[in-house]
């Protein structure tokens, strides 16, 4: 199974930590952020994982030579001068996922005990074009799912509510956890160019009436480590 990293965020809230090392150098509980997604990932069954790369994204390639890959057969890298968004970084890697097998993505700030084999399962079962782990949690920023499960809409940055196609039942915020299952097929449904984040793209694309489910994780243990304050609480 193959995996995507989104690594390449800036980590501009984790400074002092990050004046000298990309966020998912940084260590919590003695291992870096990395690691520990890495390890996750090959619990789960990943074999082959492509990491993006920015600002200070040249250290990850001779960290993950040094601890032997950290069980990994193939990693590889995608160099992104400019920001590309969660979106636009996930469409530069189409050609790594080139075996027609689901995959999944998971950003380098997240820890959890998700259950991710678990998680690849219910997006097969499905046939969803892409399965997004949520949780009920407090955001200011909650998708909205149907009581059948679909992607039907979102709060906006200025606190609207906004579906992009009719729900079956009654509606749910539920907050994403940045890790999800998604099938190949998604890369010729992206007419997204540059930059964009894959919410965007997922919006768009429910809206067009394709699958993008809810994989509810309540009660799992998750944190996005986005600031000192989660990395003192872990």
């Known amino acids: 199974m193959k995996a995507m990293i989104f690594a390449a965020g800036l980590g501009t809230r984790l400074k002092p930590l990050t004046d000298t090392r990309p966020k998912a150098l940084v260590e919590v509980a003695g291992r870096t952020l990395l690691e520990h997604v890495v390890r996750r990932l090959v619990e789960a069954g990943v074999t082959e994982v492509v990491i993006n790369l920015h600002r200070l994204g040249e250290q990850i390639p001779p960290f993950m030579e040094k601890h032997g890959r950290l069980g990994l ?100 915020p539920l907050g994403f956890c940045g890790i999800q299952a998604v099938s190949p097929e998604i890369f010729a449904r992206m007419s997204e160019k540059g930059s964009f984040g894959i919410t965007e793209a997922y919006l768009r694309m429910a809206g067009a009436g394709e699958i993008i489910m809810a994989h509810r994780v309540d009660g799992a243990k998750w944190r996005d480590c986005g600031r000192p304050e989660d990395l003192r609480a872990l």
């Not at 890298?77 to 969660?86: A, H, I, K």
């Open 73 to 172: 057969r193939r990693v590889a890298y995608s160099d992104e001068p400019v920001l590309l968004g969660t979106g636009g970084g996930l469409k530069q890697v189409a050609w790594f996922f080139d075996d027609g097998n689901p995959f999944l993505v998971h950003n380098a700030d997240v820890l959890s005990m998700i259950d991710l084999g678990a998680m690849m399962s219910a997006h097969s079962r499905t046939r969803a074009l892409a399965t997004l782990a949520v949780m009920a949690r407090a955001t200011t920023r909650p998708l909205y799912f149907d009581s059948a499960g679909l992607l039907a809409g979102r709060r906006t940055k200025d606190g609207r509510d906004e579906l992009v196609r009719a729900p079956g039942g009654a509606i749910e």
